[in-house]
């Protein structure tokens, strides 16, 4: 096992430094640069003026010149600083350790993106259960309209519409941002409800679009579980139905999950701009999109090179999921 | 597994239409009920309208600062709230003319080479230490300083030498007289010496806790959230009433005009459709105060003077007298605008009221394109001239939907008289980089934001066509060259409104720009705030003296 995971983890490095590569070789072919958010139609801004600017920011040289220096910082875990113009940190851009942990970028991203995963697996992962329990039945056909419907509304407008019923009509939920006003004059325990209220819309908006991947997912391979001979055999040897769907069938439907379980770790950081921006949530996806319409490189590429580490390491993951729970893969 | 979706019986059919059908019903009652929300109650009290200092302003921004120091801001949200933490040497009145900030007076020489200015003394820091002239003196040598990434230092690169003679005193000479240099001194040059000297200016935290001397400073900044500011009780025009000053951050507009609904916030610009429309109900009047007044910018439709269908005058005016900028500010902007005449607002001083104007004349234009040769000699409904067809394309910039719809109407409008016009809507930074720079444009739908002084040498001025600056489409005029160097180089105000006004009239003849229209600012601000004294240069100008009567405040006081 261990010469397996140092060669799996040596296999990783030249994977990590193409990604980069090809990642710094696009975002540079785009056209525009990080200083146009500066000079872009001002009459007061030179030419000159811009030049410098540009040199300020080492633009003059070469791509891959400019390449090597950012990779030269990169192994010593600096991601240099950002192109903004307040020059701060790209690590404290996503991880500001002069800011309480609640308020941290990727710590607020971390936090919606797996509570709505623990509650699409939470939902979804009975609801494909029972449809493929139910096949063909009208409650399997219900279950899958629904969730269905839950994939092809489009976020923004679900999230307008529930803030509408329940930030204006109702008056029950916050609108948007991640606490209130009076925020600071709370108790402990209003400080927790005050975060979990601004919480509920959009955990419950991210994970109504994901149940009927999982879900369908689940269907279809506990169908096909079910169909094999030990479940027969199983059957045939007079056992309970709920033991044999929820004791056999179910643990063996289960594995593929692990694949999926692993894929989803880079999406615990990866925040979606489109409801990031609706409720005015200040996570990951909007400091990505925000960073590639300004054209700011070192954050585009730390934020990249972040997100590829991770789904490397979910394959990883993954893959030590089966070894752990598939003797037939462990027998390898 | 698909497959058994499609074999519904008749009954399960039934049963699936009619819980679609309640779904349905549900978004509707829920999507279009409008109940007015609880807190309007508050503004029916009848209190005493005595200003009186407390509570918190809320404004929301769609863009979060980025640095507050103004000389290395470039986004509009970093200098909104620098704004407030630092104040100039001299700023814009209501009427448009210059007046003393931080500097009492100043003298200007009879040759207009020297301008001295007199501080005001005893102004403080928010520190404590007292602002004197060599806190000028030290933000003009770092905005000159080639390792200052600043793009605002051209203003300061004319001075020839600048001078400290005493504490209160701050002395500047020009090479040529320069009529911009004398509001250049605005906010973009003050900073605290005393805490900077030294430092890399980039390196600091000073950008985001900055050390000023305005209306404000800032308390907190939570990033992506809000940046909270506290009344500076000490400042030299009087404490402002309002003690708070929340900047919140929500980028998306929908959820903005949400959050003005539900109370969230106090403040905030309005869309022509929510200014004229969604805020026409009687909660809004009972619980809102809308403003309303001229932005200092205007939209135009540019040509690239160099593209053989553009080069003939008369074709410039046919297009003209075909665009009906009446209807493009009545329908794009909800007539929430002036239709554009020049490059200037209309009732400011620069602006020229009877230049050359292009009504709405299929004729005129059709005359008009004929003597330039163009006919539609193949029937095909589009004009031709030596074999090439009348299309051309027109380009702006995504996300902005006045510019995209303007484009449409000017489309639909030309086609009416055989010129064939498409549209291609470009990503900003691609737009600018790959198109206007390399001129590789034929018309272009932008605007500019212009500042109050009115020289605008660099858009018009033939020696302004290089790669990379403004006079991008290329225009040359040697008789404008020289009002506009006339126009710099005089502080008079009656000498350059002569200049200007005949630029104007040279411009209307020879329309190298159509230009489109003057938009409104918009905004909205909940109706216990009090003290707003609308004028041309905005509201908020006077931000210091809103209050709010004690009745009617909604936040509680701050603790010191």
Redesign the interface.
């Known amino acids: 096992m261990i010469p397996y995971l140092a060669k799996r983890l040596l296999e990783m490095i030249p994977t990590l430094l193409g990604i980069t590569i090809l990642s710094f070789l696009i975002i540079h072919l785009a056209p525009g640069k990080p200083t146009d958010v500066l000079t872009e139609m001002n009459p007061k801004i030179t030419p000159e003026a811009r030049e410098r600017l540009e040199k300020y920011y080492g633009l003059d040289k070469p791509v891959y010149t400019q390449y090597g220096l950012w990779l030269k910082r990169v192994v010593k875990f600096d991601f240099g600083e950002s192109f903004s113009t307040d020059r701060r940190p790209v690590i404290a851009k996503i991880w500001d350790t002069k800011q309480p942990l609640v308020e941290r970028r990727l710590f607020i991203t971390f936090v919606i993106n797996a509570f709505s995963m623990l509650l699409i697996f939470l939902i979804a992962i009975p609801i494909g259960v029972f449809s493929a329990t139910h096949q063909g039945l009208f409650s399997d056909k219900v279950t899958t309209v629904t969730v269905f419907i839950g994939f092809a509304t489009p976020a923004f407008w679900l999230a307008l519409l529930l803030m509408m019923l329940f930030g204006i009509h109702l008056g029950w939920l916050p609108i948007s941002g991640l606490k209130s006003m009076d925020y600071d004059t709370l108790s402990v325990f209003g400080k927790i409800w005050d975060r979990a209220e601004h919480l509920i819309l959009p955990v419950f908006i991210s994970s109504f679009g994901g149940l009927a991947g999982l879900s369908r997912f689940m269907r279809g391979s506990m169908l096909e579980v079910i169909r094999q001979d030990y479940i027969t055999v199983a059957r045939a040897k007079g056992l309970h139905e709920r033991r044999v769907v929820y004791h056999h069938a179910l643990r063996n439907a289960l594995l593929p999950i692990i694949t999926l379980l692993g894929l989803a770790v880079p999406g615990l950081i990866g925040g979606s701009v489109i409801f990031e921006n609706i409720f005015s949530i200040p996570g990951m996806g909007q400091l990505f999109y925000m960073s590639v319409m300004t054209r700011d490189y070192p954050l585009v590429m730390g934020i990249l090179t972040i997100g590829a580490f991770l789904t490397l390491l979910g394959n990883l993951l993954a893959d030590i999921g089966y070894m752990l729970t598939d003797p037939r893969i462990r027998a390898r | 597994?698909i497959e058994?979706?499609f074999?519904?019986s008749g009954t399960?059919a039934a049963?699936?239409r009619k819980?679609l059908y309640l779904?349905f019903v549900f978004?509707i009652i829920?999507?279009c009920?409008h109940?007015s929300?609880?807190n309007g109650k508050q503004a029916v009290k009848t209190v005493s309208d005595e200003p009186a200092y407390g509570d918190?302003l809320?404004a929301g921004s769609i863009g979060e600062p980025?640095?507050l120091i103004p000389m290395?801001?470039?986004?509009s949200a970093?200098h909104d709230v620098a704004g407030l933490i630092f104040n100039g040497l001299v700023k814009y009145d209501t009427d448009l003319s210059v007046i003393g900030d931080l500097a009492e007076s100043w003298d200007i020489s009879p040759d207009g080479l020297v301008i001295t200015f007199h501080l005001r003394k005893g102004v403080r820091w928010f520190d404590g230490v007292e602002f004197t002239a060599e806190d000028i003196m030290f933000g003009y040598k770092t905005i000159i300083n080639?390792?200052t990434?600043?793009?605002?230092?051209?203003?300061y690169l004319q001075v020839k030498k600048a001078e400290v003679p005493d504490p209160y005193t701050f002395r500047v000479t020009y090479r040529k007289p320069f009529a911009p240099a004398l509001t250049s001194w605005g906010n973009l040059v003050v900073l605290p010496k005393h805490l900077l000297e030294g430092k890399n200016i980039?390196?600091t935290d000073f950008?985001?806790d900055p050390v000023g001397l305005g209306r404000y400073k800032l308390r907190t900044w939570?990033?992506?959230?809000d940046v909270i500011l506290e009344s500076n009780r000490d400042y030299f025009q009087g404490r402002p009433y309002i003690d708070r000053y929340?900047y919140?951050?929500?980028?998306?507009p929908?959820?903005m005009f949400?959050?003005l609904?539900?109370g969230?916030i106090d403040y905030m610009g309005l869309t022509p459709i929510q200014y004229t429309k969604q805020t026409d109900t009687s909660y809004f009047s009972k619980n809102f105060q809308k403003f309303r007044y001229p932005v200092f910018a205007y939209t135009y439709m540019g040509f690239n003077l160099r593209h053989p269908f553009f080069q003939d005058k008369r074709v410039r005016q046919a297009i003209a007298y075909a665009t009906d900028k009446k209807e493009i500010v009545d329908v794009v902007l909800f007539g929430l605008g002036k239709p554009a005449t020049g490059p200037y607002v209309p009732d400011t001083w620069p602006y020229n009221p009877k230049v050359r104007t292009y009504g709405y004349d299929l004729e005129k234009a059709k005359i008009l394109l004929k003597e330039a040769g163009w006919k539609d000699t193949n029937g095909d409904g589009v004009l031709d001239k030596d074999g090439s067809p009348f299309v051309f394309t027109i380009l702006t910039n995504m996300g902005n939907s006045l510019r995209m719809n303007t484009a449409t109407i000017i489309q639909w409008r030309l086609a009416k008289i055989g010129i064939k016009v498409d549209i291609r809507v470009l990503e900003?930074?691609?737009f600018?980089?790959?198109f206007i720079d390399k001129r590789r444009f034929q018309a272009v739908i932008?605007g500019?934001s212009i500042?109050l002084d009115p020289d605008?040498y660099?858009?018009w001025h033939s020696s302004k066509t290089?790669?990379?600056?403004?006079n991008f489409i290329g225009y040359k005029n040697p008789e404008v060259d020289t009002l506009l160097e006339q126009g710099r180089r005089t502080f008079d105000t009656e000498e350059r409104k002569k200049a200007y006004f005949k630029i104007q009239e040279i411009l209307a003849e020879e329309l190298p720009y159509i230009f489109l229209y003057v938009p409104d600012a918009t905004p909205i601000v909940h109706a216990r705030f009090r003290g707003i004294k609308p004028s041309p240069i905005g509201i908020s100008y006077n931000l210091h003296r809103w209050y709010v009567p004690k009745g009617l405040q909604r936040?509680?006081a701050m603790e010191p």
């Not at chain 2, 290395?72 to 986004?75: E, I």
């Not at chain 2, 990434?149 to 203003?155: K, L, N, R, V």
């Not at chain 2, 290089?466 to 403004?470: C, L, M, Y």
Request: aromatic residues 8%; hydrophobic residues 35%; proline residues 5%.
């Open positions: 597994m058994g979706c074999e519904y399960v049963r699936m819980i779904i978004l829920f999507g009920r109940k929300p609880e918190a809320v980025s640095i290395l801001a470039g986004d970093s080639e390792k990434p600043t793009a605002y230092q051209e203003d980039t390196k950008g985001r939570t990033p992506g959230q929340i919140k951050i929500i980028p998306d929908a959820t949400l959050e609904k539900a969230g900003w930074s691609t600018i980089n790959e932008l500019w500042g605008q660099d858009i290089k790669e990379k600056e403004f936040h509680a």
